[in-house]
C-alpha cells in the first residue's frame, strides 16, 4: 500500500492500487470516521448550537430548569441541521462515460455494492445496535463535510 504520493506508477496494477486507496479514502474511510459523529452530536444536550442563557458562573448553581432554558428551541437548533442531498456509492446522474465497456463497468459495480449492502443489513438483523457507517448505500461519493 502507498504511504505516500508516488513519484511514479509504473504498471496497471499500481494504477489501479492507488485509485483504490485514493477512493476508499474519500468515501468508505471517510465515512466510517465521520459519520458516527452525526448520532452522538445530532442530540442537542450533547452539542448545542447555541445557548440562550450565559454559563453558570458557580458550581451548584444551575438545575434542571436552567439547563433545558438554556438549550436552543426547536426553531434555533434546525437552522444548524443541514440537509444536503447526497449521491452514494454507485449513483452517477451525470453520464460523462457512456463507453459500452464503462456502463457494464457500472453495472457490475453496482450489482457488487447490492451485494455488500445485503450482507450488512443481514448481520445488523442480528445485532442489538447495528453498524451501517460502511454499507455502500449510506456512504457518499466522495468526502462531505
Given at each position: 500500500?502507498?504511504?505516500?504520493?508516488p513519484?511514479?506508477?509504473?504498471?496497471?496494477?499500481?494504477?489501479?492500487?492507488?485509485?483504490?486507496?485514493?477512493?476508499?479514502?474519500?468515501?468508505?474511510?471517510?465515512?466510517?470516521?465521520?459519520?458516527?459523529?452525526?448520532?452522538?452530536?445530532?442530540?442537542?444536550?450533547?452539542?448545542?448550537?447555541?445557548?440562550?442563557?450565559?454559563?453558570?458562573?458557580?458550581?451548584?448553581?444551575?438545575?434542571?430548569?436552567?439547563?433545558?432554558e438554556?438549550?436552543?428551541?426547536?426553531?434555533?437548533?434546525?437552522?444548524?441541521?443541514?440537509?444536503?442531498?447526497?449521491?452514494?456509492?454507485?449513483?452517477?446522474?451525470?453520464?460523462?462515460?457512456?463507453?459500452?465497456?464503462?456502463?457494464?463497468?457500472?453495472?457490475?459495480?453496482?450489482?457488487?455494492?447490492?451485494?455488500?449492502?445485503n450482507?450488512?443489513?443481514?448481520?445488523?438483523?442480528?445485532?442489538?445496535?447495528?453498524?451501517?457507517?460502511?454499507?455502500?448505500?449510506?456512504?457518499?461519493?466522495?468526502?462531505?463535510?
Amino acid at each position: 500500500m502507498f504511504t505516500e504520493f508516488p513519484d511514479l506508477l509504473k504498471t496497471r496494477e499500481q494504477l489501479v492500487e492507488y485509485l483504490t486507496v485514493v477512493i476508499f479514502t474519500a468515501s468508505a474511510q471517510h465515512a466510517a470516521v465521520n459519520f458516527g459523529q452525526f448520532d452522538w452530536f445530532a442530540w442537542v444536550p450533547n452539542s448545542p448550537s447555541t445557548m440562550r442563557k450565559p454559563p453558570p458562573t458557580q458550581k451548584g448553581q444551575v438545575d434542571m430548569k436552567y439547563i433545558m432554558e438554556s438549550l436552543p428551541d426547536r426553531g434555533q437548533n434546525i437552522v444548524f441541521c443541514p440537509n444536503l442531498p447526497q449521491l452514494f456509492l454507485g449513483v452517477y446522474p451525470d453520464k460523462y462515460f457512456t463507453e459500452q465497456p464503462v456502463m457494464e463497468a457500472t453495472t457490475t459495480f453496482r450489482k457488487k455494492l447490492a451485494e455488500v449492502t445485503n450482507i450488512i443489513k443481514s448481520r445488523n438483523e442480528k445485532l442489538k445496535l447495528p453498524y451501517w457507517y460502511l454499507s455502500p448505500d449510506r456512504i457518499p461519493n466522495s468526502v462531505a463535510i
